[in-house]
T-cell receptor
Framework: SQQGEEDPQALSIQEGENATMNCSYK?????LQWYRQNSGRGLVHLIL?????REKHSGRLRVTLDTSKKSSSLLITASRAADTASYFC????????FGAGTRLTVKP | KAGVTQTPRYLIKTRGQQVTLSCSPI?????VSWYQQTPGQGLQFLFE???????NKGNFPGRFSGRQFSNSRSEMNVSTLELGDSALYLC?????????????FGPGTRLTVL
């Protein structure tokens, strides 16, 4: 497979809880991006973190990047039913790659 | 600004035929990328075009090709269709580079090969 690793593959939580998704990659990168995909709005960009950044926030989203471990995590705080979607990391290390994705279900 | 548009939205073809999909990027965006999404392989990068030139190419056979016009609109072509080509084909536009800029995705073209 061309994809990076993401875990967990699926996550089910209650509204108000936090959700954490992880992405690992194999070689050095310049930046890493996170996207969300649901049936209503398609694939939407969430956040971009550059290799010289360790943490970035956007609203209820927090992304971390650990280049020594070649991994990134996406934290969604105080989740809502509308956060139900698949979440993908995307990075470029000589070719463009999406992670396998985490399917998040937030129960009302 | 209008978003990324893709036509057609749905397509049914038979094995051996060829197909052309079209993508209109956001005005001012010069990079257009194409992706294939299937349940088994997930999202896979096909190619990226910038200023009418292919900048990057994913690991797909030569049956998959594309081009970009001077107005940044892009087309992708799949020849000699196989059953395994059934997928959602997504186009994304970005200002200059899919690798370093935000990508804005179109709704996709759902291709079914019978």
């Amino acid at each position: 497979s061309q994809q990076g690793e993401e875990d967990p593959q699926a996550l089910s939580i209650q509204e108000g809880e936090n959700a954490t998704m992880n992405c690992s990659y194999k070689t050095s990168i310049n930046n890493l991006q996170w996207y969300r995909q649901n049936s209503g709005r398609g694939l939407v960009h969430l956040i971009l973190i550059r290799s010289n950044e360790r943490e970035k926030h956007s609203g209820r989203l927090r992304v971390t990047l650990d280049t020594s471990k070649k991994s990134s995590s996406l934290l969604i705080t105080a989740s809502r039913a509308a956060d139900t979607a698949s979440y993908f990391c995307f990075y470029n290390n000589n070719d463009m790659r999406f992670g396998a994705g985490t399917r998040l279900t937030v129960k009302p | 600004k209008a978003g990324v548009t893709q036509t057609p939205r749905y397509l049914i073809k038979t094995r051996g035929q060829q197909v052309t999909l079209s993508c209109s990027p956001i005005s001012g965006h010069r990079s257009v990328s194409w992706y294939q999404q299937t349940p088994g392989q997930g999202l896979q990068f096909l190619f990226e075009y910038f200023s009418e030139t292919q900048r990057n190419k994913g690991n797909f056979p030569g049956r998959f090709s594309g081009r970009q016009f001077s107005n940044s609109r892009s087309e992708m072509n799949v020849s000699t269709l196989e059953l395994g080509d059934s997928a959602l084909y997504l186009c994304a536009s970005s200002l200059d580079s899919a690798a370093s800029d935000t990508q804005y995705f179109g709704p996709g073209t759902r291709l079914t090969v019978l």
